[in-house]
């Protein structure tokens, strides 16, 4: 089992950046594949990113392609998200998510660990 803790969000203006971290716990981060989701008020948990358990493989929905990075650090146990170029519509609560099954354009369902999430808002 792993426990996920997100930070790094906030207020930022359209243009601007973020990054986020997301630290898990327990000695076996690097048999997961992780995910970045994120939740706008109203809409369904969308797929941002996902990462291979080397970090060598990376995934990403087209919204954000070119725009945010998902990288990881095995031995810091703790998975980023770079994002750039933000846009008002990205704001949203950003969870990260482990699924020790499959790694790759994954929905929800797939992960069975999840963070609290951290609030991103762009304002434009």
């Known amino acids: 089992q792993v426990q996920l803790v997100e930070s790094g969000g906030g207020l930022v203006q359209a243009g601007e950046s973020l990054r986020l971290s997301c630290a898990a716990s327990g000695r076996t981060f690097s048999t997961y594949c992780m995910g970045w989701f994120r939740q706008a008020p109203g809409k369904e948990r969308e797929f941002v990113g996902g990462i291979s358990r080397s970090g060598g493989n990376t995934y990403y929905a087209d919204s954000v392609k070119g725009r945010f990075t998902i990288s990881r650090d095995n031995a810091k146990n703790t998975v980023y998200l770079q994002m750039n170029s933000l846009k008002p519509e990205d704001t949203a609560v950003y969870y990260c998510?482990?699924?020790?099954?499959?790694?790759?354009?994954?929905?929800?369902?797939?992960?069975?660990?999840w963070g609290q999430g951290t609030q991103v808002t762009v304002s434009s």
């Open positions: 998510a482990a699924d020790p099954t499959g790694c790759g354009l994954l929905p929800a369902r797939a992960y069975d660990y």
